[in-house]
């Protein structure tokens, strides 16, 4: 069961990491082209796909997590009565 947990949170973390950089990447690129008084261009399909993909991964994990959590409470629950 410990190996699940880890898992789940490094999946869950890699996800959210996913999301976080391409997203300061894409942030700073926005500003130097403001900067640069060019016309910002919106991120290409590719880093959006990839930020919703890793905000996805993030979410499942958080609820896999969650239900393992609720499984090894009832198991707890159970072995104890």
């Known amino acids: 069961m410990k190996r699940l947990w880890v898992s789940l949170a490094v999946v869950g973390g890699v996800g959210l990491l996913v999301t976080v950089v391409?997203?300061?990447i894409e942030g700073v690129k926005y500003r130097v082209r403001e900067e640069q008084?060019?016309?910002?261009?919106?991120?290409?399909d590719w880093v959006a796909a990839a930020s919703y993909g890793g905000l996805a991964v993030f979410a499942l994990a958080v609820v896999a997590l969650g239900v393992?959590?609720?499984?090894?409470?009832?198991?707890?629950?159970r072995r104890a009565a």
Do not use: H, S, Y
Request: hydrophobic content about 50%; charged content about 25%; glycine content about 4%.
């Open 22 to 24: 391409l997203t300061i």
């Open 68 to 77: 393992a959590g609720l499984v090894a409470l009832l198991r707890k629950r």
């Open 37 to 44: 008084r060019l016309d910002p261009i919106p991120a290409p």
